[in-house]
């Protein structure tokens, strides 16, 4: 009777304090609900290889080797895997990485005449959590299990019976942007004593590069058979022969390194002693650490999406510099990383959007290494990255996106160890220094935009209205941050410039739109038609010019708002905007996922549903915000429309629910909206819990504080407290 009666009054104890609360703070494992094979099927691009936060390497399988589809090596309904790489990037449109290929099996065995080692993976035995993939190959015996730690990737294979075994090692494996071999040169060594494979492998693709490796079983190599070489190949692709004996597994683990081989070894050194179970309790922990800084009170089915979103979104950028602190920049020079740490694999014409602020509120620790290597980055280049790839430049995308996550992060107050002194300058430099070594397609000077205010298309190769647009995001973020050092002159003359989307805005028409060098509009002009330097060169992004007309908001809502003619004009060209209909879906010029002309399935659109905000009417934001979170976003394979890119997708769904959105990044403030949720509380060590709940009532408030639906600074939120809607 008194355990009754204990229980009971537990129970009422939790009803006094709000349920809600109790069963947002309750779960200890929320690696649990996430599913990395969302966006797996469909042009999601996500790999469900085994990751750790924002670690160097990502062991997982690859299905194909090229192709836009296979960008992550992997799609869902593929017939065949051609083996394990242990490098990825997840959500990108291009395909690079796929370092070190390892292919086990047991059987008939392999010849160096073998030109067939692809197989058919048993679907029903493929699973995959935080931290760990494993799959079974029923015609190669074998079933494959991979966990990593940040800096080594870690294979086993339990076969179906002992004896002979043999693992093939394809260093002439990589994803493919370009046609023909990747590998430009190779060198190799293997170590009979040890066991150890060791090299380099030097590599033209997406970008020019060299990766160095150490890989090591837990049994002697028995012999090593190198197969014949295909037509223009540098690189080996060797078997390896195991006899297991009356035991049925085997383990391997690879370490690589920007640097060098010794620099792999030292990186492989940091696992020793560490079993394959040990890495993957030890991985899966790290994610439950980040991943537990958000906790939901939700349906199960809503977890499983914000926290695979949420995972998503902390995969990268890719921490590469070696364990001595020494990393492989830009121009191939070995520099010493700020502080030990450097980031690659920044996709931040995408993640300026989303990512880097959703960074800002739950892994602040990471905000100021991820500056510092911007800055490493200008230091050797002359400017800030685009996109990088293996820590070398791609210069892929538009704009100065580096900018606004500087700008951003200043703003917040997350810059330990960065001069901002130092952090301006490059701003700066970034923004008016010529790139003679860039190549053609991408920026190279500043005369034109200097010259008239603008890029005129008869002037530019294409793109001209995106680019204007996506720069002036940029110079606004210098101008911002100068008048934060005190340095007037900077700000008023980057503030001109961020202004110059105005020579492109047509009344008429009230569309960004294309003017050449005489001051004229493109002609014939359809604002529904869009572009891409890829499919159809034009004056836009892969977007159309309603999709970039509202660009000039992510930095100057007021002046956008002012352009149309106050809010009731926004509100009515947002209304058009939803609802005029679209030419249709067309992935490879970013139309997926849409809703009029709103195209959720890439970036240029991303913000314009909170623009409803700075109108009368924010609740019709409201209402899209909730459509595009259930419409677009899923708990299965084809759960996401469009690239991840890297995060962004899964940024923007986890914002989306907590009920903010970062709609002007340079600021340091965020736009509120009614969170998707009951309850959600972010717990972030050093920092006061803030406690995020839903309500109907139209107000904002913290603590009984009002706050600002258009722009609460990110400093309110730091205060903790209690966010409702009242």
């Not at 693992?167 to 046609?179: A, K, N, P, T, W």
């Not at 502080?339 to 892994?363: A, C, I, N, Q």
């Not at 996109?387 to 430049?393: I, K, L, N, S, V």
């Not at 600021?667 to 972010?682: I, Q, S």
């Amino acid at each position: 009777m008194q355990r009754v009666l204990t229980r009971l009054l537990a129970g009422l104890l939790l009803l006094a304090l709000g349920a809600p609360a109790a069963h947002a703070a309750a779960d200890r494992d929320p690696a649990r609900w996430v599913n990395p094979f969302i966006g797996t099927d469909g042009t999601g691009h996500v790999t469900p290889a085994a990751a750790v936060p924002f670690g160097m390497l990502m062991p997982g399988p690859d299905h194909a080797d090229r192709g836009w589809s296979y960008s992550s090596g992997y799609q869902w309904r593929a017939p065949q895997v051609l083996g394990f790489s242990n490098t990825h990037i997840s959500g990108a449109g291009i395909p690079e990485l796929g370092d070190v290929l390892l292919m086990p099996a047991q059987g008939r065995p392999w010849g160096p005449a073998t030109t067939t080692f692809a197989t058919a993976p048993d679907k029903r035995s493929e699973r995959a959590s935080p931290g760990f993939y494993t799959v079974r190959l029923p015609a190669h015996g074998v079933t494959v299990s991979l966990t990593t730690t940040p800096k080594v990737a870690l294979h086993r294979y339990r076969f179906d019976r002992g004896g002979p075994v043999q693992v093939l090692v394809d260093l002439q494996h990589g994803l493919h942007f370009v046609e023909g071999p990747r590998v430009v040169r190779a060198e190799w060594q293997f170590d009979e004593r040890t066991g150890e494979l060791s090299g380099t492998v030097w590599s033209r693709n997406w970008v020019e590069r060299e990766a160095s490796f150490v890989l090591r079983f837990d049994r002697p190599v028995r012999r090593v058979q190198r197969l014949d070489a295909r037509a223009g190949e540098h690189a080996p692709r060797l078997l390896l022969d195991f006899d297991l004996g009356t035991a049925r597994e085997l383990h391997a683990r690879v370490a690589m390194s920007t640097v060098d081989v010794p620099g792999a070894r030292a990186n492989l050194a940091t696992a020793d002693g560490l079993g394959f179970e040990p890495a993957r309790q030890r991985a899966r922990a790290d994610w439950n650490a980040l991943l537990g800084r958000l906790q939901l009170d939700a349906p199960p089915r809503e977890k499983r999406i914000l926290y695979s979103a949420l995972y998503r979104s902390l995969v990268h950028p890719s921490e590469i510099a070696d364990a001595d602190g020494r990393v492989r920049g830009p121009t191939g020079q070995v520099v010493a990383a700020p502080g030990g740490r450097y980031y690659s694999t920044l996709s931040l014409w995408d993640t300026f959007r989303g990512v880097h602020p959703l960074h800002t509120l739950l892994v602040p620790e990471r905000v100021p290494g991820f500056v510092q290597t911007l800055l490493a980055h200008h230091r050797a280049m002359g400017y800030l990255p685009l996109w990088t790839a293996w820590g070398r430049e791609t210069h892929t995308m538009i704009g100065n996106p580096a900018l606004p996550v500087i700008a951003d992060a200043l703003a917040k107050g997350l810059d330990a160890g960065v001069d901002h002194a130092d952090a301006l300058r490059a701003m700066i430099e970034t923004s008016t220094r010529e790139r003679p070594q860039a190549p053609p397609w991408a920026q190279r000077g500043w005369a034109e935009l200097d010259q008239f205010g603008y890029l005129p298309f008869d002037r530019v190769p294409g793109e001209s209205v995106s680019l204007t647009l996506e720069l002036g995001i940029g110079d606004d973020a210098v101008a911002r941050v100068a008048r934060q050092l005190g340095d007037e002159a900077t700000a008023r003359r980057f503030a001109q410039r961020a202004a110059g989307w105005r020579h492109l805005w047509d009344a008429q028409t009230q569309q960004m739109r294309g003017k050449d060098s005489a001051g004229r509009w493109r002609e014939p002009f359809d604002p529904l038609v869009p572009t891409s330097p890829m499919n159809n060169p034009g004056d836009y992004t892969e977007a159309n010019a309603w999709q970039y007309t509202s660009t000039p908001a992510l930095h100057d809502v007021a002046g956008f708002v002012q352009a149309l003619g106050g809010e009731a004009a926004l509100e009515a060209w947002l209304d058009r905007f939803f609802s005029t209909a679209s030419l249709g879906d067309n992935k490879h010029l970013g139309q997926e996922a849409m809703i009029g002309q709103y195209a959720h399935g890439n970036e240029p659109s991303h913000h314009i549903a909170w623009l409803y905000s700075f109108t009368a009417r924010p609740d019709k934001g409201h209402a899209l915000v909730r459509r595009i979170a259930r419409e677009f976003y899923g708990d299965g394979p084809d759960g996401l429309i469009g690239n991840d890119d890297c995060g962004q997708m899964g940024a923007w769904r986890v914002l989306a629910a907590l009920g903010l959105y970062p709609v002007m990044p340079s600021r340091g403030e965020w736009v509120l909206a009614p969170p998707l949720l009951r309850e959600a509380r972010l717990k972030v060590p050093g920092r006061p819990a803030l406690v995020i709940r839903g309500g109907t009532g139209t107000a904002p408030q913290l603590d009984g504080r009002a706050l600002a639906v258009r722009g609460t600074p990110h400093a309110e939120l730091l205060r903790g407290g209690v966010l409702q809607w009242r």
